[in-house]
């Protein structure tokens, strides 16, 4: 991710899971965002706008209890200022270089990053604009099974576990 960063020639950078699709209304946000007077936001010594958020989420499923799952994703983002690459994480360019990008590490890299970034300036959660994730985890492993390996995941890592040895959990 940070490699397709340095490639990258925009003020903003989008990051997201190779299953998360943006919607028309994420991608409009992210244009008007783009084109939105600089001074709106915290700036660098240089003029260079501060920002960084992520999207509210869609599961793919249909059933009932996704969309449970989706309005708990986006409160714990909103009330922790922690996202994930399933939410479309976006980040101006300055900031993500102040911040040094991603931590080289095979997990838990995205929350990371946002525990550095909420440091500098309070993240952007669009309330109207969403980006959709696929279910399949959830779908094949089970819905119960999944959610309580992904909180299990979050707090081992909370507790200081290496985020290398809880990407062999992960897999």
Not at 7 to 25: P, V
Not at 64 to 93: C, K, N, Y
Not at 98 to 114: R, Y
């Amino acid at each position: 991710m940070n490699r397709g960063a340095q490639m990258a020639s925009g003020r903003l950078l989008l990051f997201l899971h190779a299953d998360t699709l943006m919607t028309a209304t994420a991608c409009r946000f992210l244009s008007d965002l783009s084109d939105s007077n600089p001074n709106l936001f915290a700036q660098d010594a240089q003029g260079h706008p501060y920002y960084w958020g992520f999207f509210r989420i869609t599961l793919s499923g249909r059933r009932a209890v996704f969309r449970l799952i989706e309005r708990l994703i986006t409160v714990r983002s909103r009330i922790t200022s922690v996202a994930t690459g399933d939410q479309a994480m976006f980040v101006s360019r300055a900031l993500f270089e102040e911040v040094g990008g991603f931590p080289s590490m095979l997990l838990m890299e995205d929350v990371a990053l946002s525990k550095r970034l909420r440091k500098r300036v309070r993240p952007i959660c669009s309330g109207l604009a969403s980006v959709e994730t696929s279910s399949r985890r959830w779908e094949s492993k089970g819905v119960l099974a999944t959610v309580l390996m992904m909180w299990g995941l979050r707090f081992a890592y909370w507790m200081k576990m290496s985020p290398d040895l809880l990407a062999k959990f992960y897999r």
